[in-house]
């Protein structure tokens, strides 16, 4: 079965069974990997992506429930890798093995569009969903405080804030 | 001084990280290898002509942060600025480095000094480019961010523009390359973010699960519930007709007979479904139907093994470790005697990447990408399966994302490889969660019968353990050993250390803080109930026993459990280990806080890895049993210097989640022989809401050289946790996981 969906903004059309879950067409058919699988179950979180701007786990939506809807991956959060979010976790060095914070991140930002001073009882809430093996916790919460802040500041892309994206490898 | 150790690799467990260390020469021999060369410059140093400074990480990366760690030492040796350097993982490649893997927080102790040598190395040829191009000594000349100068003619040079000359120039001998002042270092002891924090946040494709190759196929591989399990039919033919499907065929084994399973046994028997996509062959594994001989593993159960424990803990032990003094005597002379019995479940590993590796097969050689923290154990066992000379086993390391242990066993890498030769095709294999959960390699469960004797003063005199294990014989299961030099051996006179096993139907292995995460909860919950005995405070009750060494202590013998620095020599540091239990004791205001009743401060400490850590935990317990973990205070001795200090308190606050998560949460059982948890909603993890708000952590700055963060600060965290719900709430937690014993997170 064909099934249509809105991408990053962008049309996709594939050729896949009703129940594939949608990470597996991210992942697989349309080459976005930075969607990640953890656990196949949503406990885990990974795998979080934006389904018409709401925070699923895209490993137990099955791609025909996200047929003719926009999805929004990690990729395509920002143009240029510079959404708060995006800009607060290199700030605060979050990350140790780094593979579920595209999940937690996702989350963060579905939480920040909707709560844009979150308390650390909100961001509890929205991320609980989301596990971190590595047990980042801590800077989990400062990163979405910081990401509040240069929302409200109204950095724009680009700012010196966010200059290291385009830095070191 | 500057003899070097090497994480133990085992040749007979075929890839396997055994215990303890040895020396690079030993490591080596064990290999059957010559004497690698010394590190050689050109291998890890590269300039461009604009400046921009390529250095190569030589070990894998699966978040501890080596990726920075190590090319941190060499450049501020090199003398360029941190903006200039980008950092690449090097491919194992043991004709150029050493000691490529990922284990017992070896990566800091072990290339302090090479790493640094390399960099002064490297800033000493660029001297020597400058000084031959201009024609004057090199004495006249410095250096600094990236340049040459030379004083007397006011002349500079970058060096880009040195670079083709420093190419053709040899390594020099590293042992006379004279190393920076520390007082000069401006990158050591200077927070740099993670090189790779750009591409995760942006989702870029950098993990071993995101690999592609052209023509690349996928396979999904259905091993029996019950180790050692064979198949006796499978409905391959209808699995043939679903879609994407190209190939399903099973894998037939030889029996695994040894009583004790093998480290890493390699290649087991199952069903393999190969697809052109991930999701095709996950959707026919769904429509599998094996028929298992499960063999006699299959009677195994935790429950039977809790009865016969209790059974062993009963009779008389079958073997005794060590005896020091006169621990029976003793007991029956002591003022006060303490009897408790602890125990502690199996746990996963459970990395957030499920295993999965990509392979290659060409004929007589095959390429590999993995997520590996023993990439040279995984290319010998490849290497072996396959039949082909190890040089052509190329292995690429790529980004894991996590390890914790798990990937020192590389059984994910063989089936791939295995796949990809019968299939003829590249082929990324992928498990699926409760793959990974149920074919684990087990942190082992164990059980511990202390006793211990206080004199009349409240002192400890005696000390001794029944030591319930698994194994065979005098073989401990890997993981399930306790040396005999474990703590408090030597802190008191009277010492016994006795065992007793049972066989074991699953693998285990090592996980992070091996035994430690274990030992360390049982060992400093029971001294803090001997203190409470004693009629002491916790504190000055564990600073007395650390003051007890003898003054000319006869060096213990190293043990067979004597694991990654554990008691063994060097042996624990006294006076380091006091300075750390003080130091977590003033930052946390011991004893000066006063706090509300059902909250409570708790400590435990532990050596391990050659790091010394002392905690304090601050928790509440509500009358339902709800536990809130309030604050958490680290100490930490682990040397002279802390190289990238953010990634350091990273690591070490994630140690600290690590360690609660394991034990309110983590329990793996067995019934009919077949591990019972397949995901995070039996086997869980701390979760954000659970998480203490603040982990303060603090360095005790000594003189020894710095070793390593990934696995130390674990194992203090479990003893101080219930240590502190006891002077919340009055009760003594001897049994892991707490969810068993109704407690939970507020």
Known sequence: MAYTLKVNGQSKTVDVPADTPLLWVLREALDLQGTKFGCGAAQCGACTVHLNGVAIRSCVTPVVSANGKAVTTIEGL???GTHPCQIAWQDVDVPQCG?????QIMSAAALLAKKPKPTDKDIDEALNGNLCRCGTYVRIRAAVHKAAELAAAGKPAGSPSGARLGGRE | MDRR??????????????????????ALAQRGGAMAPPPDVHNYITVAADGTVTITAKNPEVGQGVRNMLPMMIADELDVDWKSVKTVQAD???????GQSAGGSTATPNNWTPMRQVGAAGRLMFVTAAAQTWNVPAAELSTGSGKVYHKASGKSISYGELAPAVAKLPTPDLAQVKLKDPKDYKIIGVTKPGTEVPKIVTGQPIFAIDV????????????CGVFGGKVASANLDEIKKLPGVKHAFIIDRPDVTEPVIPRDPGLESGVVIVADHYYQAAAARKKLKVTWNEGARASHSSAKYAAKAQEMSKSAPQRTIRKDGDPEGTLKSAAKVVKAQYSYPFIAHAPLEPQNCTAHFQGDKIEIWTNSQTPGGGRRMVSDLLGIPEKNVITHMVRGGGGFGRRLTNDYMVEAAYISKQVNAPVKLIWTREDDMRHDYYRPGGWQNLEAGLDASGKLVAWQNHFISYGEGETFVGSGAMGPTE?????????????SVQPLAIRTGALRAPSSNAFAFVIQSFIDELAHAAGKDPVAFRLEILESVPAVAAAPAPGAGGRGGGFAPPGMNADRMKGVVKLAAEKSGWGKTKLPKGTGMGIGFHFSHQGYFAEVAQVSVSADNKIKLEKVWVAADVGSHIINPGAADN???????????????QEITIENGKVVQGNFDKHTMLRISEAPPV????????????????????????PAVANAIFAASGKRLRDLPLKNLGFSWA
């Open chain 1, 78 to 80: 920002s143009p240029d």
């Open chain 2, 92 to 98: 194992y490649d043991d004709s150029k480095f050493v």
């Open chain 2, 651 to 665: 690591i070490c606050q994630g140690g600290i989640i690590d360690g609660i998560s394991e034990m309110m949460g």
């Open chain 1, 99 to 103: 593979y579920c914070q595209a999940g």
């Open chain 2, 487 to 499: 703590f408090p051996q030597r802190f008191v006179p009277n010492y016994a250390l006795h065992a």
């Open chain 2, 212 to 223: 592609k190759v052209p023509g690349m196929l996928c396979a999904v591989f259905e091993k």
């Open chain 2, 5 to 26: 150790l090497f994480l133990k690799i085992s040749a007979i467990a075929g890839g396997g990280v055994a215990l303890g260390f040895v020396t690079e020469e030993q």
């Open chain 2, 695 to 718: 982990i303060e952590v603090h360095y005790l700055k000594s003189t020894f050289n710095p070793t390593g963060l990934g696995e130390p600060a674990l194992p203090p965290i479990l």
